[in-house]
């Protein structure tokens, strides 16, 4: 992954604020355990839902059901915003990534990210990679599950707290 343009917007930070450092800010995405996931839908109306996400290798990578919304969307607009943070208003770090959604569909690409998803939040993401999705392990007669990948192509991270900040961090 290249390094990011990073700039600080004064337009929206305090005076005395800095940009939040790229590392901060990828500290940040790794251990989010929640992400929001903003899509399209066929007539243009927005959709929003909370979605399981692992950042890895300056990837961000969600899963969803082939017949959820997201999925739907997807079909025909690639285009997402992935949103984690907090809900504070007096400190905390939110983070928005804007990309592409690309379907990851390499049998060995997946197995590599069951492995990711099994060591994750709690234990409950247990997938096996097969004929290009994942299969619920130990249930694999459940629906498939589509696995996406976002390489990010802006970060924005909005620092709060003593010294307000608003950061981009352009690829």
């Known amino acids: 992954m290249t390094t990011p343009v990073t700039t600080l917007d004064p337009r929206y930070s305090a005076p005395d604020a800095v940009a939040t450092g790229w590392d901060e800010t990828c500290r ?7 992400y929001w996931i903003s899509t399209v839908r066929a007539d243009g109306r927005p959709h929003v839902t909370p979605c399981a996400a692992v950042w890895r290798d ?16 997807l079909r025909a607009n690639a285009r997402v915003v992935l ?3 907090c809900n504070h208003w007096d ?23 069951a492995e990711v998803w099994a060591t994750r939040w709690d234990g409950r993401f247990k997938f096996v990679a097969r004929d290009g ?3 619920h392990a130990g249930n694999e007669e459940m629906p498939p599950v589509l696995v996406f990948s976002v390489r990010p192509t802006q970060v924005l991270a909005f620092s709060r707290g003593a010294t307000d900040s608003h950061t981009a961090h352009q690829f």
């Open 28 to 34: 940040v995405l790794e251990a989010a355990q929640v």
């Open 58 to 73: 300056g990837t961000l990578y969600f899963d969803t059901g082939a017949s959820q919304q997201k999925a739907v969307n």
């Open 83 to 85: 949103t984690t943070g």
């Open 91 to 113: 400190g905390g770090l939110d983070v928005v990534v804007h990309g592409e959604a690309a379907r990851i569909t390499d049998d060995d690409a997946l197995r590599v990210l």
């Open 133 to 135: 999705c994942f299969r």
